[in-house]
């Protein structure tokens, strides 16, 4: 994991990865790392690509943007609402994609991965939400016998 530490964007995923190791947590963990290395493939690929896809310098930049966001939400965890979001864009690569194999399997491989992240992620939160609400209702039945 040294790799890593060499980018500050990396030492806070990784950072985050410990986190989620400490709790137990590897397979949501696997699939994050998993996802993260695509979505690093799959943004390398379109750049290099940008010319065949047509992209205007716009869109481009706009698609370059909403990658950089996305692994922002990637690097939060547990906010699945930008796991899914992710979702939205790659139907759309996908669809613009379609004469280009290769990408296309990218964004499919992604999409599914985010997919299994994201219901992972719920999961992991619903659990812990209901963790946390035993813990409310005793501290609420204390206070009420005090």
Known sequence: MEIFKQNDALARFYDGLSLYEKLNNET???????????????????????????????????????????????????????????????????????????????????RDVALEAATAAAESLSVKRRAAAVELEKVWKFNCMT
């Open 28 to 110: 949501l963990g696997e699939k994050y790392r998993e996802a993260y290395f695509l979505l690093e493939d799959v943004r390398d690929t379109v750049q290099a690509l940008s010319h065949e896809l047509q992209f205007d310098a716009y869109e481009f930049d706009a698609y370059q943007s909403r990658m950089y966001q996305y692994q922002q939400y990637f690097r939060k965890f547990g906010d699945v609402d930008g796991i899914l979001a992710i979702m939205e864009t790659y139907d759309a690569l996908i669809h613009r994609a379609k004469h280009f194999d290769e990408i296309r399997e990218d964004f499919q491989n992604i």
